[in-house]
């Protein structure tokens, strides 16, 4: 069975600067996706970031970046030029596509605070 | 074009009772997956639908059941509800499902507000 493992529960940092959350994995498949997704106090989860495990390029979309060590089992969000908004629960996750299935694995979350 | 609707948003219910929560997604999405989240045991999959059949299902007992409809909305069934069901409970859609699974096809997952479920 797969497994995300989140180590910070919590973590701040200071507006305009730049946090990376950590994540790590494990599974014995070879083929999956790797996901960030951010859940602000309005419940939404938001999809922040993807990376497909075949790709070795690391996935970027605006200020946010991942650091993707396949060996390492390790997928970490580099968050740059932190805004107030960023302020959410983030959630690491991990999907392999067996059977048709999308199911998501979750880890149990970071919550960052962006602070002024 | 509108997102995930989840209803009710909020519900309070009692221990033994039953629930039935709704879920409508994006217009044209024909996957469906509903998740249970606890700040004790964080986000957990529950099932998971496409075209009116359950393709996966996580572990829950029985009490917790879902289906899906023809227009795609799905609705999820807790029966005699216990105070550890208290929880939030999200659905997720997505285009196609894993039915064309591709590696190459990137696609996101949809999720909506959640229904806050409060079991006294």
């Known amino acids: 069975a797969q497994t995300v493992t989140q180590s910070q529960p919590e973590m701040s940092v200071q507006e305009a600067e730049t946090v990376t959350l950590s994540c790590t994995y494990d599974?014995?498949?070879?083929?999956?996706?790797l996901f960030w997704y951010k859940q602000p106090p309005s419940r939404q989860m938001i999809l922040v970031i993807r990376?497909?495990?075949?790709?070795?390029q690391n996935a970027t979309e605006n200020r946010f970046s991942v650091n993707f060590q396949k060996a390492a089992k390790s997928f970490s969000l580099k968050i740059s030029d932190s805004q107030l908004g960023d302020t959410a629960m983030y959630f690491c996750?991990?999907?392999?596509?067996?059977?048709?299935?999308?199911?998501?694995?979750f880890g149990k979350g970071t919550k960052l605070t962006v602070n002024p | 074009k509108a997102g995930v609707t989840q209803t009710p948003r909020y519900l309070i219910k009692t221990r033994g009772q039953q629930v039935t929560l709704s879920c409508s997604p994006i217009?044209?999405?024909?996957?469906v997956s509903w998740y249970q989240q606890t700040p004790g045991q964080g986000l957990q999959f529950l099932f998971e639908?496409?075209?009116?059949?359950?393709?996966n299902k996580g572990n829950f007992p029985g009490r917790f059941s879902g289906r899906q409809f023809s227009n795609s909305r799905s609705e999820m069934n807790v029966s005699t509800l216990e105070l550890g069901d208290s929880a939030l409970y999200l659905c997720?859609?997505?285009?196609?499902?894993?039915?064309?699974?591709?590696?190459?096809?990137?696609?996101?997952?949809?999720f909506g507000n959640g229904t806050r479920l409060t079991v006294t």
């Open positions: 990376q497909e495990a075949y790709k070795q």
């Open positions: 599974t014995s498949e070879s083929n999956y996706y």
């Open positions: 996750a991990f999907m392999c596509p067996q059977g048709g299935s999308e199911k998501l694995v």
């Open positions: 997720a859609s997505s285009l196609l499902g894993g039915s064309r699974w591709n590696y190459s096809y990137s696609w996101p997952l949809h």
């Open positions: 639908y496409f075209s009116e059949t359950q393709r």
């Open positions: 217009s044209g999405h024909r996957s």
